[in-house]
């Protein structure tokens, strides 16, 4: 049975995964500032988790995704590019849960 920490991950990468998809629809703007928040931290966390393994992992696809997601110092595109990047985001998320990370100790 995986740890408690890892099965949070995964549901915070679904949820993540789907609010990024569900954000290319119209929305009030407070839709997209929640966007940001969950997608921000989601990435974080994911990058923490892969600290151990950097380049063997998504962990640089979820640095570029919480820099572009990012709240504090907000990117401001277009809508249409803004789409683009959420359905991106979505797509990077799913592979994330599709493949599983590699163990710690693999070369």
Do not use: E
């Not at 991950?9 to 703007?29: E, K, M, Q, S, T």
């Not at 640095?63 to 990077?92: C, E, K, Y």
């Amino acid at each position: 049975m995986p740890p408690r920490g890892s099965i949070a991950c995964i549901l915070l990468r679904c949820l993540a995964a789907a609010i990024a998809f569900f954000a290319v629809g119209n929305h009030p703007y407070n839709y997209y500032v929640l966007t940001r928040w969950v997608l921000f931290l989601t990435c974080c966390w994911g990058a923490w988790n892969c600290r151990n393994r950097i380049w063997r992992s998504f962990a640089p696809a979820y640095i570029v995704i919480g820099l572009i997601f990012n709240p504090i110092l907000p990117f401001h595109f277009h809508r249409s590019t803004w789409q683009m990047l959420d359905i991106a985001a979505g797509t990077v998320l799913v592979l994330s849960l599709v493949f599983p990370p590699a163990p710690k100790d693999s070369p």
